[in-house]
């Protein structure tokens, strides 16, 4: 898992190609314009997800992974707790949504947060359960990106 902000002036020049084209749109656009949706920036092997969600109590939110896209969680408005910890392997699924690339658990261990702010991204890899849109204080309507790489990419 990586956090950082396009805001910090990171040298992005050492993460893989894809990831840093993933960044350069972040950087590019004005989310908070865009109508919700689904861009695509390089086909299916690296496209955006434009949404507006409710955050809320941690307990509400399952914990998730994906197999075959890494995902680069950006937000544009509001404020969020991501919970985050490493995939074990051991995590019972509560769902799997495989045309989504989706693998909900039923809970995971050793979990912790970071908050975002608007700029603030995460890079989550296959082996980093992610639990977004956790209530950072009262719950919040917020403004999310999720670009979503190809792991094949990599």
Do not use: W
């Amino acid at each position: 898992m990586i956090f950082s902000s396009i805001y910090n002036g990171d040298d992005i020049a050492h993460y893989p190609k894809a990831i840093q084209k993933a960044i350069e749109y972040l950087k590019a656009n004005d989310f908070n314009a865009m109508e919700a949706g689904v861009y695509e920036i390089q086909g299916k092997e690296i496209f955006a997800q434009v949404f507006d969600a409710e955050t809320a109590a941690a307990e509400t939110k399952r914990p998730e992974v994906h197999e075959k896209y890494v995902d680069v969680q950006f937000l544009a408005k509001g404020r969020e707790r991501i919970g985050f910890s490493v995939d074990t392997g051991k995590y019972e699924v509560d769902e799997r949504i495989d045309e989504r690339d989706l693998i909900f658990y039923k809970s995971v261990e050793n979990e912790g947060f970071i908050e975002a702010v608007p700029g603030c991204y995460s890079i989550f890899f296959p082996t980093d359960v992610h639990r977004p849109a956790v209530a950072a204080g009262n719950p919040e309507k917020i403004r999310k990106v999720v670009v979503k790489v190809a792991v094949s990419l990599l």
